[in-house]
Each structure stands twice: as C-alpha cells, then as structure tokens.
C-alpha cells in the first residue's frame, strides 16, 4: 500500500505540473506526442541511468577514500548534478537534432526541458517518498516527504534543466557561430552548476535551518525564472502580432482572427469551439513562427513550402471560424 501510495505522490503531482508547463506554451504549442516522449525519457532513461551511475560513483569514491562522508558529498554535490544534468539534457538535444523545426523560441528550450525534468522527478520523488519517507519513518515520513519533494522543492529540476534547453533554443534562434557553438554547454553548466548549489547550500547548514535557507533561495531562483517566462511569452506575442499583420492584408485571416490570435487566453478558449477552431489558431501560431524562421535562417528544412501549406490551411478554415 505504500508503495501505491509513493507512486500516487510521485507521478501525479508530477503531471499536473507538466500540464501547466504545457499550458505556458500560449502561441505555439510543442506535439504532445514529443513532449510525452520527453516525459517518458525522463521517467526511465534519465533517472534510471542517474541512479545507476549516481550509486557505480559514490561506491567507487568510497572504496577510494574510506569514507563515507566523502562519498556522500562527492555523490551529492558533484557526481549527481553533473550525470542527472546531462541525461535529462540529452533528451532536449535529440529533439534539438532530430526536431530542429520545433524550436522556434527560447520558451520551447524551457518546456522541453522542464517536461523531461518533471518525468526525471516522478521517479525520484517516488524513491525518495517510499524509501526516505515511509520505511524510515513510517506513515509521518511518507507525508514529510511528500510535502518536501512536492511543495517545498517540487520545482527544484525544471528549473535545473531549464537552462539547458534555453542554451540549444540561443543556439537555434541565434546567428552568430560561436554563439550557436557554445550556448548548449554554457546552458549545461549553469544547470549543472545551480543543481550543484541546490544539493550543497542547504546542507552545509543542516537541520531545520538549512532546509529552510535552502527553499527560500530556491524559491527566489523559481519565481524570476517564472518572470522571465512571462517575459518570453510576451516576446512570442510580438512575433504573431508582426508576423500574421500582412496576412490580414492578404485576406487569408481576418481582423477578428488576428485579434484573438493575439490573445493569449485564445489557446484555452479556442478549444471549447470545437476542434476547427482550435486547430484555425493553432495554425495561426505555427504559421506566424514559421515565418520568424525563414526571416532569420531561409529555407532551412522547406520553410517556404511548409508556409504556404500553412496559409492555404487557414484560408480554408477561415470561413468555418468566427
């Protein structure tokens, strides 16, 4: 049963928070089928690979020094940031590689990477719920644990691995080589390194107190990088406003269309007109992102082609939409 019951705390919080995450993403929303696939790498590769190695490394720093305490902060503090970082990223850079197209904008990096993230916490809050929680301290433990993992720091991955994602989306939407070269490690090593922060800071304190010094600072960190995502879906807004402007005048949507593709309650509200309509702004976004990409890097990957399939779309649905 307490098993169940760790599973139930570990995943379903887990999900609910990846649905938000999917619901920020207002203009263009990223394929479910990618993002569950990025929830899944998370769940199995990620933090099955994490554990297994987290654990090959803290006994081999033991056998090396003796020491428990070295083994433990070297796991904690250096080993473990640097292979979780790196597993959960690798899922952001296959979809980087293998679906370059759908990184249209640095809030794409974000939600790629907090959706492999949060699958990452699923399973390791589970672990830590069941094993931390009930078999060290029974039934009190399990709900300390869960009130821990879930509340206190329930947030603590994505926004690890956000900073990653954010490093391959500047290395997508950026010109310059050097830049496009080297945002992806800097954006890994500043995961890396705020992970690192997040394992150490609160322990070097210890106790009640280092708990609690160690949420406070990473709730500051959560609510400017919640900020910046405002800020970002702000700037995804200005793209659909430039981008879909000319297409008014070519009558392929109409002024009301425009209007509420600029809303961004309209990805919610579109929904409950059913399916066309949905889909009428859904296109909308994609076309107006599409577009942003063939000004800034041509006809990579047939922009043009898939624009114009886009724009022949939405005149057909145009009629069917008020």
């Known amino acids: 049963m307490a098993l169940i019951v760790s599973l139930f705390f570990g995943f ?19 394929p479910k089928l990618l993002l569950g696939a990025a929830f899944f790498w998370g769940v199995v590769i990620a933090a099955g690979g994490s554990y297994i190695l987290n654990t090959a490394f803290g006994i081999g720093i033991f056998m090396f020094t003796g020491s428990e305490g070295a083994a433990d902060f070297g796991t904690t503090s250096i080993v473990a940031p640097i292979i979780e970082e790196f597993l959960k990223g690798l899922a952001v850079a296959i979809v980087f590689f293998l679906f370059r197209k759908e990184f249209d904008t640095i809030l794409d990096g974000i939600i790629y990477g907090g959706i492999v993230a949060l699958g990452f916490a699923a399973t390791e809050n589970t672990l830590y719920i069941y094993r931390n929680g009930y078999q060290e301290g029974g039934w009190g433990g399990l709900i300390l644990l869960v009130f821990i993992r879930v509340i206190l720091v329930g947030w603590q991955h994505p926004f690890y691995t956000s900073f990653t994602g954010i490093g391959f989306a500047l290395s997508r939407t950026q010109r310059n080589p050097l830049i496009k070269f080297i945002a992806p490690f800097l954006g890994y090593g ?10 150490t800071f609160g322990g070097l304190i210890g106790g009640l107190e280092g708990l609690a010094a160690g949420t406070f600072v990473d709730w500051i960190g959560w609510i400017i990088m919640f900020g910046f995502i405002i800020w970002m879906i702000n700037h995804e807004r200005s793209i659909v406003r430039r981008q879909l402007y000319e297409e008014v005048s070519a009558g392929v949507i109409s002024a009301g269309h425009y209007q509420r593709a600029l809303s961004p309650w ?31 890097h041509g006809d990579e990957s047939g922009n043009v082609a898939i624009i114009n399939s886009l724009r022949a779309e939405l005149a057909a649905l145009a009629p069917q939409v008020r």
Not at 19 to 29: G, I, N, P, Q, S
Not at 277 to 284: H, I, L, V
């Open 266 to 296: 309209t990805s919610t509200t579109a929904g409950l007109s059913g399916r066309t309509t949905s889909r009428f702004y859904q296109a909308c976004g994609e076309l107006a992102h599409k577009k942003e990409q063939f000004a800034r």
């Open 12 to 30: 379903v919080p887990m999900f609910l928070f990846a649905a938000f995450v999917y619901w920020l993403d207002r203009y263009e929303k990223e």
């Open 190 to 199: 500043v995961a890396v390194t705020t992970h690192a922060f997040h394992n």
